[in-house]
């Protein structure tokens, strides 16, 4: 009884920090959204193998006909004395299977370690991505048969288009790199990525940006910045529990307040 009361008042809490979140976040008509993604990792019983998983093609393929091996990689690093570093990259193994859409922009990963659902440009809106992924999700249960649910992830990779010329990044995004006084001030290219705890929601954000080269579109040059939030929390949650959809909607939420709060007026224009 104890823990149901905990869990009610928990996500109580996530409810109303949700809603204060979500404030003043507008929809735009053209969101610079290339790639979004609902990502829940798991304990599976020892008796659920590769040949389970690939059962969930049986599912799915009426709407994911395109079936792939999902491959992980294993590198290593060896130093021998007198000789220069080598690198060693090798098949390691398949964890889980790949299912794409005949458009190619909606896929979903059955695997050893849990389940993703990505869709590609062009994304529609929360409710409805969201609202795939759940019928998605249950059918992953009834496959898998998951003991616990241990991390769950939601991520947005953005790319804004900056109109050429234009002076500084700070005119579009307030989340920057900055050069220190002194030095050339211009970039050919960068990589930046922060960390950001948000202990209220126990909660992190991983923050990538960087830029990909001049591109022209609709006869105007544009600088690709590519901005890429992943929200995650680690949990230990019944598979088949509510609340996972309850912190999904708060992480959301969490992402939402990074993306608006890092861009300007200027950039919110570009969406409109």
Excluded at 154 to 176: A, G, K, M, S, V
Excluded at 198 to 224: C, F, W, Y
Aim: proline share 6%; net charge negative; glycine share 4%.
């Amino acid at each position: 009884m104890d823990a149901i009361i905990e869990n009610d008042q928990q996500s109580s809490i996530l409810n109303n920090i949700s809603k204060n979140m979500s404030q003043n976040h507008i929809t735009f008509p053209n969101p610079p959204i290339t790639e979004a993604l609902i990502d829940i990792r798991v304990d599976l019983p020892k008796e659920i193998t590769l040949d389970n998983l690939v059962l969930f093609y049986d599912e799915v393929k009426e709407r994911f006909p395109l079936k792939e091996e999902k491959v992980h990689w294993r590198t290593g690093f060896k130093v021998a004395p007198g000789d220069v570093p080598q690198i060693s990259e090798h098949v390691a193994g398949i964890d889980g299977y790949v299912f794409r859409s005949s458009d190619k922009t909606k896929v979903v990963q059955s695997r050893l370690d849990g389940f993703t659902f990505n869709k590609l440009k062009p994304y529609e809106d929360w409710g409805t991505f969201c609202s795939e992924a759940r019928e998605l999700w249950s059918k992953f249960l009834k496959i898998a048969k998951p003991k616990n649910t241990t991390r769950l992830a939601l991520r947005y990779i953005n790319q804004i288009d900056i109109p050429l010329p234009f002076n500084d990044f700070d005119e579009y995004i307030l989340t920057i790199p900055e050069i220190a006084p002194g030095l050339p001030n211009a970039l050919s290219e960068f990589l930046m990525k922060l960390v950001i705890p948000n202990d209220e929601i126990k909660s992190k954000a991983i923050i990538l940006e960087t830029m990909k080269n001049v591109e022209t579109k609709n006869g105007q040059k544009v600088l690709p910045l590519i901005f890429d939030i992943d929200v995650f929390r680690l949990i230990s949650l019944d598979p088949s529990s509510e609340e996972i959809w309850n912190i999904m909607g708060t992480l959301r939420n969490f992402k939402n307040d990074i993306f608006f709060k890092s861009l300007t007026e200027k950039a919110k224009e570009l969406f409109r």
